[in-house]
């Protein structure tokens, strides 16, 4: 059976293809030369504006119990609930930190991307981060306690809880406050 073309439905077609894909293109460009026009404090503030400011709960950090799990992964247990509390401020994140005998890990929220997340980094002797690498493998578990999985690690030489903000002079990151940590 032979199938008869209808040209205008076919220029509808075309033309709406077309439309779509310009639409997608413009909004490309836009959004990759958009920070490179305006500073970046000023898009962060158009995009976040009008956000949830999260919600806190000094419990969710308070730490009752911690080790290495029988699934070979760091945890720690906390008074509250694990993972309630995403950040009020701007410029700020929350973490669980983990330090092992194969590296140190984070669990964080942060105010850009609440959703909590890890991480594998390094902190100096005054709790700044060093070094991060978001790429190392590791991820993050919440339910009734925080857990690092594939870590690798068989000790847990210490944990952590704390705030972390950006110094927005030199852009480094450190603990604001540690609600509370614990060597093994």
């Known amino acids: 059976m032979r199938r008869t073309i209808n040209h205008k439905e076919l220029f509808k077609c ?3 293809c077309a439309v779509i894909a ?3 293109f413009f909004m490309y460009v836009f959004l990759n030369t958009i920070p490179q026009l305006v500073p970046a404090t000023n898009v962060r ?3 976040f504006a009008g956000g949830s400011k999260g919600h806190f709960n000094e419990d969710d950090f308070k730490i009752k119990k911690f080790g290495i799990g029988t699934d070979g992964n760091p945890f720690l ?3 509250g609930k694990a993972g309630e509390s995403i950040p009020q ?3 700020t994140g929350l973490a669980y930190v983990f330090v092992t005998n194969n590296g140190t890990y984070a669990a964080t929220s942060d105010w850009m991307y609440t959703k909590w997340h890890a991480h594998e980094l390094k902190l100096d002797e005054k709790n700044c981060v060093k070094s991060m690498n978001m790429n190392s493998g590791v991820g993050v578990e919440m339910g ?3 857990k690092i999985t594939n870590a690798n690690a068989t000790k847990l030489k210490n944990v952590m809880t704390a705030e972390f903000g950006i110094d927005n002079k030199d852009g480094s990151i450190c603990a604001n406050q540690v609600f509370d940590s614990a060597p093994k």
């Open 14 to 16: 075309v033309n709406r």
């Open 22 to 24: 310009i639409a997608l």
């Open 45 to 47: 503030n158009i995009v």
């Open 77 to 79: 247990t906390v008074e």
């Open 89 to 91: 401020k701007e410029d």
């Open 144 to 146: 009734d306690d925080v």
